[in-house]
């Protein structure tokens, strides 16, 4: 089976915020009843592109003519040589069991332990340059702020910041907090997360409010809620798969391999992982 091939391409401004409107009951419903349907496709051969036009540009606040030149340059990389750096990054990422992320209003523990790593070089989503995995389901714990904007079913939220414990969201606060409350109660899946994951495109460094751009942004990680990926399970399963982004940058982190402090002041400070400053 050939399977298909998903082009995602923004027509105008409504278009991006087409769902505003709709009630999250509504759409909750809309998602449970298109899940398996979702599950099935996410099986199948596809790939991922937003056209550069000029909605998206208007939504992440450019001019088209600048945003037709960022996404040709965060989509036209090597990416060849993308994959066998991020196939570096994997193979030492393999050996780490416990992370720690400190920084602004954070400080979050989670263990990847045994997980499986998948590099993501262009084959499936353009832009592309990240590697995931999945966090173990209930070793989740402490705080962590997520600095980047994101639109999500409809809504905007400019920050949003999550307290953990044994895996789960147990308090939360947004500068949207009706609609991040919405959404964590679509199932009993969405107050987990499904994936962890390092964004690396150096040619994507500020946010665009669309999720397929910003959750690459060089120098961040970003964890989603919701529904793992079969490639890299942890048996979390949900309608709501949301990206939330964390940079480095802003959030003046420090990130912690088994305890070894491997990040901070704005750079991969252990050697092992110098190869990361040069960007992708």
Not at 20 to 44: C, G, H, N, P, Y
Not at 155 to 160: E, L, P, R, V
Not at 183 to 193: E, M, N, P, Q
Not at 253 to 274: I, P, S
Request: hydrophobic share 40%.
């Amino acid at each position: 089976m050939w399977g298909f091939v998903y082009i995602a391409c923004m027509i105008d401004n409504a278009k991006l915020c087409e769902l505003a409107e709709i009630s999250q009951e509504k759409m909750k419903k809309s998602l449970k009843a298109r899940k398996v349907l979702a599950d099935i496709a996410a099986t199948k051969r596809w790939y991922l592109f937003y056209y550069p036009n000029l909605a998206a540009a208007n939504f992440a606040g450019k001019s088209l003519d600048k945003w037709q030149e960022f996404a040709l340059d965060c989509c036209l990389l090597d990416w060849r040589k993308v994959e066998k750096i991020e196939m570096q990054f994997i193979e030492l990422m393999k050996k780490v069991k416990d992370v720690r992320i400190v920084g602004k209003e954070t400080d979050l523990s989670l263990s990847i332990a045994g997980q499986n790593w998948r590099a993501c070089c262009g084959k499936r989503n353009l832009p592309d340059g990240e590697i995931f995995t999945a966090p173990i389901k209930n070793s989740v714990n402490g705080v962590i702020l997520y600095n980047t904007p994101s639109h999500y079913r409809g809504q905007d939220f400019a920050w949003i910041k999550l307290w953990m414990k044994n895996g789960k969201v147990m308090k939360e606060e947004s500068d949207n907090i009706s609609g991040l409350r919405e959404i964590l109660a679509t199932d009993s899946g969405a107050r987990y997360f499904g994936e962890f994951a390092f964004g690396l495109n150096e040619k994507i460094l500020e946010p665009t409010k669309q999720i397929i751009f910003d959750e690459k942004i060089g120098k961040s990680l970003h964890m989603a809620l919701g529904k793992c990926y079969k490639e890299a399970p942890n048996g979390n399963d949900s309608s709501v798969h949301w990206d939330l982004i964390f940079r480095f940058k802003e959030a003046g982190a420090t990130l912690y391999f088994d305890g070894v402090k491997v990040f901070f002041d704005g750079k991969w400070r252990d050697r092992r992982f110098d190869f990361l400053n040069k960007g992708i």
